[in-house]
Antibody, heavy 116, light 110 residues
Framework: EVQLVESGGGLIQPGGSLRLSCAVS????????MNWVRQAPGKGLEWVSVIYSEGRTYYPDSVKGRFTISRDTSKNTLYLQMDGLRADDTAIYYC??????????WGQGTLVTVSS | QTVVTQEPSLTVSPGGTVTLTCASN?????????PNWFQQKPGQAPRALIY???NKHSWTPARFSGSLLGGKAALTLSGVQPEDEAEYYCLLFYGGTQRVFGGGTKLTVL
């Protein structure tokens, strides 16, 4: 059974850092294209980052230079390192698998709140 | 800046048919954008419905179908059920480097 479980969210002050984790079972993270997607309260979905199996990473301008996607093969886990957090980064963060142009499996999300 | 546009809201009667669309400000949406469609209900994670324009996942009900329509990606629901009331999002791939979600369509079944 495929499962993606996010963790690491919480309340953080503006300018702070946080690392999110996405523990995966049922498939191998390093063999797949993996993404982070976020959703601000009451708003729509926003793509945040992607990592390809060969290690290439991409980000939208809204987080480029502040967020870093990575993975740990031994733990079969995906990460999102978030630095320089701002109030508008407040959102539920989801990890999702991208399988042949298909975002098929999603986690349940972890809430990040940036506030003083 | 790339913007993907969906109808903010639509209303359909039970048993009816409704089509949601997904447009790109860069021009006509083609199969090269690999349109995906997702359903999201309050308090839940998004659920994948359609990928690469027309393909259904094993869990996608038969009443959902995807297509290209007039330069846009489209999601058609035929024989709408009350449980189809939800927010629907499209996703477009811009090459291998960028993805953009639409703003979402709130579908009301009334």
């Amino acid at each position: 059974e495929v499962q993606l479980v996010e963790s690491g969210g919480g309340l953080i002050q503006p300018g702070g850092s946080l690392r999110l984790s996405c523990a995966v079972s049922g498939f191998t993270v390093s063999s797949n294209v993996m993404n982070w997607v976020r959703q601000a309260p009451g708003k729509g979905l926003e793509w945040v980052s992607v990592i390809y199996s060969e290690g290439r990473t991409y980000y939208p301008d809204s987080v480029k230079g502040r967020f870093t996607i990575s993975r740990d093969t031994s733990k079969n886990t995906l990460y999102l390192q978030m630095d320089g957090l701002r109030a508008d980064d407040t959102a539920i963060y989801y990890c999702a698998r991208d399988s042949q142009w298909s975002y098929d499996y999603w986690g349940q999300g972890t809430l990040v709140t940036v506030s003083s | 800046q790339t913007v993907v546009t969906q109808e903010p809201s639509l209303t359909v009667s039970p048993g009816g048919t409704v089509t949601l669309t997904c447009a790109s400000n860069t021009g006509a949406v083609t199969s090269d954008y690999h349109p995906n469609w997702f359903q999201q209900k309050p308090g839940q994670a998004p659920r994948a419905l359609i990928y690469s324009t027309t393909n259904k996942h094993s869990w996608t009900p038969a009443r959902f179908s995807g297509s290209l329509l007039g330069g846009k990606a489209a999601l058609t629901l035929s024989g709408v059920q009350p449980e189809d009331e939800a927010e629907y999002y499209c996703l477009l791939f811009y090459g291998g480097t960028q993805r953009v979600f639409g703003g979402g369509t709130k579908l009301t079944v009334l």
